[in-house]
Structures are given as structure tokens and as C-alpha cells.
């Protein structure tokens, strides 16, 4: 079997509950693959957001290995695993509100390493556009688009960094129905047009019904729901 | 949107705290520039002063200091007070000898003689006049010179108004040559190129029959003088300030001589006067005898600049091994005399590093609480994957930039600002000072040559370019530091928490 992209290997997870270590996750294992859309379905609480964190190197692992193209999560420094393998996407967004949509989308092009195109602002521009930012709403502050819009931008911003995974947690929380499904289908389109590695955390059972892979946390286990 | 290009924007799209960062340094900027300026325009009003004045440094008996130890010391018998002698005068030239273009002290000397007259000044009543004809004859001072250009004319207490001043070999072979007022000249009818007949009288020190009885003559002798030149005493800034005592008038009756001839002249009383004397009396004599071997002090050092006052000091400091004595130059006097202005600049240090040290910790502040306010960008950063040294880099960046923009607004302010705070701390300073007593030795190249008036006069606000640049140093100094104290924050953002 190929490396795969991402792989979980006996990950636990733990919160410090005084002297009690509260487990939120337990001996997960699964895989991640290029060209596939993945969502995870949980109950609240049930540890999603733990685990995109744990997987977008935003917090520490505890116990277990992640491995990223093979290369365990102890051998890379947390920073760089976000600059060069993750690109997340998150329920509120999270762009500089001073910046234009361009701009956002090009910071995240200045802090990775991986092999950009030289005319990164035309690349910026085009990937804008293709997610249906047109290049005088890619010129405004991000503060005056619309929450789908905001979304997209932040979709784009994930991509520009030539990453392979993009993480989504909840991504379509805070956009109505029509956003929702335009979203997805974008998710779906990096994922087998553009041969990423789509894992997105959703409540929405509809959204898992577009999914190549459905996986659910339940009680700290990952399981695979066929 | 590399780290630079993220900064300008963030200084130019949140304008509302760009503006209060720049407030903050703007008025910082006026405090910390009127410090400089004002610092700056004292050191250069003295340094302006200073220059203009005889590069001399004069070596003397440090008496305040001799005063202050014989209070604390049971026996003052027992202080080593001794002046230094030709060898470490040796050395302390050696020590120097970078900066020293001559140096000169002055054998003290009298001599009693009829042959001569006072000049009395015409405005002076003749009661307050010297010394009466008592039939011993009149007394003169006597005053060497180690060089022809001797301290007095170094100085320009006086010129040669008339002939000429001593040749070397005149001094080294300690030749019976003077020079004296044209005052006391024209009295006694004397040209330069005259030869004088002087008759010196020795007369008993012991009065037998108490003060009113004539003193018994021991000896006369006769001495050949050639007046080589005549002195024009010229005003001395400041001195009209200072009291005219006995010195002022002193000069126009001193015959000024070489310190050879002086010495000459010590041996012969001397020796006069050691057959007169008891026995124990001759003892003391012939210890007195030694000061002969010392250099009457002060001596004074010619440098060749008065540039070099500071570093001759500092050269020639370590090799004085005597304790009561001192360097002293005209730089200790512009510290008393325009203490009004000195006092201000040290309050002005003061009030410089408050300034300093409070800009920091509200600078501090205030950006840390603008840094709490970007915590969601901070973050994104760090979602991104951006290295802290980075990010802290950008914000470092924003605050220099917005800080050397106020200090710049602060540039054309801060004159305005610090003119009228000189003007303001001068009003409140003291300004009738005590008078500065002037050394009562004419010869004292330190005596102070200006006043507090002239000096207030050369004082004006001024800017060089080093303090322009160090002003700049500061202000970009301060902001770099308290950002980077705020930044402290970043290290310890965590992504998760903010962003998920
Ligand atoms: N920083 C924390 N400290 C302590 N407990 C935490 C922390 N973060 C999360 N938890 C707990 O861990 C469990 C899992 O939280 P997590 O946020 O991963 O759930 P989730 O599946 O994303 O829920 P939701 O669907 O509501 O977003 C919850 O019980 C939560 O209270
Ligand atoms: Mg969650």
C-alpha cells in the first residue's frame, strides 16, 4: 500500500480535569487519502474539533502518532506542519479583517514553502475567481463580503499554499442552505478535480451524503460508517 | 504579503490606532527632543565658551580639600601635604606629553629697594595707597617665568606692549631680565632696553624694640636689571565682577623675571640671612631650602589645543601621587559660574531618563493592549503557520515606523518646546549667585575669564545633527523595546484556543 497522505496511528487525547484525565479521544486509527472527500459526523462533545486541532498540528499530541506523507508529526516542527501539509478552514472564517480578500489569500502564499507560482497575485486572482470572487469583490476588505463570500475566500486561502489536506471544521455553520450546498460542492470539486484531501467536520447529514468517506466519533472511537 | 508589506498596511488601514501610537510618540518625542536639545545646548554654549579661552590646565594645592581633611584628621601635622617635585613634574610631562605645548610656574621673589617707585593709581585715594616710604625702601614682588610665553601673556592678561619678552636662553640661564606695567615704567622714567640699578635691602626680621623701631640692615646688594619689555594689562572678562583687591593693583608693581634669577636671588638672601639667624632658626632654613627643588606651584600646562583639556586630564590624572593636588581648568569654573545653567541641564538629565524609562512602560502598555485587540489576526498567523519571530518582526515594524513618523512631527515642535523650557527653567533658577570669588593670584591661568552674564548670551537652543540622530536612536530604541516587551504576548498565543 501507497504512503497515504495522512495516517492516525493510536491517537489519544486527554483534557486535564483537575487530577482526572478526561479522554476525549481514544486510540483512533484511521487514513486519509489524496482525491477524496472525507466528513466526520459527532455528536457535540464528541471530540471533532479535537481532532481537526490535533490533525492541523494547532495542538499538541499526546499520545499516538499522526503521519504526514510518511513523515511522523515528531519529526516536523508544529508550525511547519501548518505552513506545508494543513490548510484549515474554519466555522467563522478567521481572515485579517484590514486585508483584502487578494490579500489574505496572498499572505497565506508568503508563509508557506511549498513551490508557488511566480505571479502569485494573477494565481490569487484566478483562484479567487474560480471560487466566484470576481476580481472587484477579491479588491474589497473582507469585512464588507458576505459570510459565503468570506468563506470562499478563506477556501482559497487553505488552497494557495499548495497544501494536499484541506481541513474544514463546521465550515458551512454560518451560511445558509444555498452557500451551504455551492461550499460543498466546491469541497467535492478539490477533491476529485484537484486531488486533495478533503476532511470536513459537519453536522449536517446531508453534507456527509456527498462525501467519499463518512467516519463517526463516538465516545472517543473513530468508526467508519459504511 | 510579505511581513513589510502586512505592516504598511496595518499602519496605514487602522488608522485609529496609527493615530493614538503617533499621539503617544509625539509628545514623548517633544519631551525626549527638549531633554536633547536643552542638554545639548549647554554642553555647547560651554564647549563654544571653553574654546575661546587659553588652553590651559594649571596644577595647584587643592585647599578645599586640605580644608575638608584637616577637620576630619586628629593631628593635621601628620597629612603628607608636599608639593611634587621636578622628577614627577618630569613624569606628569611625560604622561601628557601628546597635548602639553609648554609649561610654566612662577618663582615667587621681593625684592626692597629705594631705586624704584610705585605707580599709584590716579583714582585710588592715597590712603588706601601701599606702603608708605618708611625709609626701608618700597617692596616689590617678584614673579618668574619658565617660558617666554609665560602665563600671563598665554592667557592675555597682558601683551608686550614695548620691547619684547624673554628669549629661551635668557630663562635657561636664569638671566636678570624684566618685564613690568608700563604703568610702573613711566613712573620711574623707564624705556624698554634700559638697564636698572637696584639696590635690594636685607633688614633684620626681629624688631627689638617692638614694631615702632627701625629695623636693623643686615646687608644690600646691588642687582643689574635690563627691562626687556613693558606690559599692557589688558581687560579680563568677568573680572569687573569680581572684587579688585590687592591682586589687581599688585600686578602694575611686579617685576616679572626669570624663575632663574629668582632662585639666584633666594640663595643670596639666604645666605644673608642664614649668618643672622640662631641656631635653631638655621636649621628650619635649610629645610626651607628644599622647596627650592619643587616647582612653585601652580604650574601651568600649555596644550596645544583646548580641545585637549579633557584628555590631558584624564592622561595625567593617574600619574599625580600627591592628594591635595589638583588639575584645574576653566571647565570647573563654567560649572559654578553658570551654575544656573548647569543645574538646568542636570535636571534636564533627569527628567530625560523619567522620560525615557515611563515612555517605555506606557508604550508598553498600550501596545500590548493593541496587540490584545489583534489577538484573532495573531492567531491567523499562527493557523497559517507563520514563525512568532516573524509575526513579532511585523509588529516591531509597525511600531517603529509609526514611532519615527511622531518623532519626525516632534523634530518641529520640540525647538519651539525646548526654547521655551530653558527660558522657563532659567526664570525660576536663582540667577544673583554668589559671587565667585576670583583667585587672588594674577597668575592663576583658571581664574574664571567669564561670566554668568556673557555666558547667558552665548546660550542659545540648538540642534547638531549627532543629537538629531541620537534623538532618533532613542525614540527608535524605546518603541523597539516596549514592543518587544508587549510581544512577549505572541509567544504566548495559542492558535487553538483562539481560532477553533
Ligand atoms: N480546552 C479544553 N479543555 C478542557 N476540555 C475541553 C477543551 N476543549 C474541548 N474540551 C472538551 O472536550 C470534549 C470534546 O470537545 P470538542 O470541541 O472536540 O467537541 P466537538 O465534537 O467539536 O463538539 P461540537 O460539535 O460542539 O463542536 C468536550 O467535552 C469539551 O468540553
Ligand atoms: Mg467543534
Redesign the interface.
Known amino acids: 500500500m501507497a504512503t497515504a497522505t495522512i495516517n492516525v496511528n493510536n491517537l489519544s487525547h486527554y483534557y486535564q480535569d483537575g487530577d482526572y484525565r478526561r479522554y476525549v479521544l481514544r486510540q483512533v486509527n484511521c487514513s486519509f487519502e489524496k482525491g477524496r472527500f472525507y466528513t466526520i459526523l459527532g455528536q457535540s462533545g464528541s471530540g471533532k ?1 479535537t481532532f ?2 490535533l490533525l ?1 498540528a ?2 499538541t499530541v499526546q499520545e499516538g502518532e499522526i503521519q504526514y506523507q510518511g513523515y511522523s508529526h515528531k519529526s516536523l516542527d508544529p ?6 501539509y494543513t490548510g ?1 478552514v ?1 466555522q467563522n472564517y ?6 483584502t480578500a487578494l ?1 489574505n489569500v ?7 514553502e511549498n513551490r508557488v507560482p511566480e505571479d502569485r497575485q494573477n494565481v490569487a486572482y484566478n483562484l479567487l475567481d474560480y471560487f466566484g470572487l470576481p476580481r472587484s469583490k477579491a479588491n474589497r ?1 473582507v469585512t464588507r463580503l458576505s459570510g459565503g463570500e468570506q468563506q470562499r475566500v478563506s477556501i482559497a ?1 487553505a488552497l494557495a ?1 499548495n497544501v494536499d489536506v484541506i481541513l474544514a ?1 463546521e465550515p458551512t455553520g454560518n451560511v445558509d442552505a444555498d452557500t451551504e450546498d455551492e461550499i460543498v460542492e466546491i469541497f467535492k470539486a478539490l477533491a476529485h478535480e484537484h486531488s486533495k484531501c478533503v476532511i470536513v467536520v459537519t453536522h449536517s447529514s446531508e453534507i456527509a451524503r456527498e462525501a467519499d468517506v463518512v467516519l463517526k466519533l463516538y465516545k472517543g472511537s473513530m468508526t467508519l460508517d459504511e | ?2 511581513v513589510l508589506q ?1 505592516a504598511l ?2 499602519m496605514t ?2 488608522k485609529a490606532k496609527s493615530l493614538i501610537l503617533l499621539i503617544i510618540v509625539f509628545v514623548l518625542g517633544n519631551i525626549m527632543l527638549s531633554s536633547l536639545v536643552i542638554m545639548q545646548s549647554v554642553d555647547s554654549t560651554r564647549e563654544a565658551m571653553l574654546r575661546e579661552l587659553p588652553p590651559i590646565v594649571s596644577m595647584q594645592m587643592d585647599n578645599e580639600y586640605i580644608q575638608e581633611k584637616m577637620e576630619e584628621v586628629d593631628d593635621p601635622q601628620e597629612m603628607d601635604i608636599r608639593l611634587p617635585d621636578f622628577d614627577e613634574l618630569e613624569e606628569i610631562e611625560e604622561a601628557g606629553r601628546d597635548y602639553i605645548r609648554a609649561y610654566d610656574y612662577s618663582a615667587h621673589g621681593s625684592i626692597t629697594t629705594k631705586s624704584l617707585d610705585y605707580y599709584q593709581p590716579e583714582d585710588e585715594s592715597t590712603e588706601r595707597g601701599m606702603v608708605e616710604d618708611s625709609g626701608e625702601g618700597q617692596y616689590f614682588t617678584l614673579r618668574g617665568a619658565q617660558i617666554p610665553q609665560f602665563t600671563l601673556l598665554e592667557v592675555e592678561e597682558a601683551r608686550v606692549s614695548q620691547g619684547r619678552t624673554f628669549e629661551p636662553q635668557e630663562i635657561e640661564e636664569g638671566k636678570p631680565v624684566i618685564l613690568m606695567s608700563e604703568e610702573l615704567a613711566e613712573e620711574n622714567d623707564i624705556m624698554a632696553g634700559d638697564h636698572v640699578l637696584v639696590e635690594n635691602k636685607w633688614h633684620e626680621i626681629d624688631r627689638p624694640g617692638g614694631p615702632d623701631d627701625e629695623p636693623e640692615l643686615i646687608d644690600a646688594r646691588e642687582y643689574e636689571f635690563e627691562v626687556i619689555g613693558l606690559l599692557d594689562f589688558l581687560d579680563v572678562p568677568g573680572e569687573e565682577d569680581h572684587a579688585h583687591g590687592m591682586s589687581d593693583r599688585e600686578k602694575y608693581q611686579t617685576l616679572y623675571t626669570t624663575n632663574g634669577f629668582i632662585a639666584e636671588l633666594q640663595s643670596d638672601s639666604m645666605e644673608i640671612m642664614r649668618d643672622e639667624l640662631p641656631e635653631e632658626q638655621r636649621e628650619m632654613m635649610e629645610q626651607q631650602e628644599d622647596i627650592v627643588e619643587s616647582p612653585q606651584l601652580p604650574v601651568n600646562f600649555v596644550l596645544n589645543t583646548s580641545e585637549d583639556i579633557n584628555d590631558f586630564v584624564d592622561s595625567v590624572e593617574p600619574v599625580i601621587e600627591q592628594e591635595y593636588i589638583k588639575l584645574s581648568t576653566q571647565q570647573d569654573n563654567f560649572q559654578q559660574i553658570a551654575e544656573p545653567l548647569e543645574s538646568m541641564r542636570s535636571i534636564i538629565v533627569y527628567s530625560f531618563y523619567i522620560a525615557v524609562g515611563s515612555s517605555i512602560l506606557v508604550l508598553t502598555l498600550v501596545l500590548l493592549g493593541f496587540l490584545k485587540d489583534r489577538q ?2 495573531l ?9 512568532k519571530k516573524k509575526i513579532i518582526a511585523q509588529v516591531v515594524v509597525e511600531a517603529l515606523g509609526i514611532g519615527l513618523i511622531g518623532a519626525t512631527l516632534a523634530l518641529f515642535t520640540g525647538m519651539f518646546v525646548s526654547d521655551s523650557i530653558s527660558e522657563m527653567l532659567l526664570a525660576t533658577q536663582d540667577m544673583d549667585l554668589e559671587e565667585v570669588s576670583r583667585s587672588s593670584s594674577i597668575m592663576d591661568p583658571t581664574a574664571p575669564r567669564f561670566d554668568l552674564e556673557g555666558v547667558m548670551e552665548q546660550y542659545s537652543v540648538s540642534l547638531s545633527f549627532i543629537s538629531i540622530v541620537s534623538y532618533y536612536a532613542v525614540i527608535a530604541a524605546t518603541t523597539v523595546l516596549a514592543q518587544l516587551i508587549s510581544s512577549t504576548y505572541i509567544l504566548r498565543l495559542d ?2 484556543k483562539i ?2
Do not use: H, Q, W
Open positions: 474539533t481537526m486541532s492541523g494547532m495542538d508550525n511547519s506542519i501548518r505552513r506545508n484549515m474554519f478567521n481572515l485579517i479583517t484590514y486585508l490579500e496572498m499572505v497565506a502564499m508568503e508563509v508557506t476588505l486561502r499554499t471544521d | 504579503m510579505n502586512r498596511a496595518s488601514r487602522k484573532k489576526e492567531g491567523i498567523y499562527l493557523a497559517l503557520g507563520e514563525k492558535p487553538k481560532m477553533m
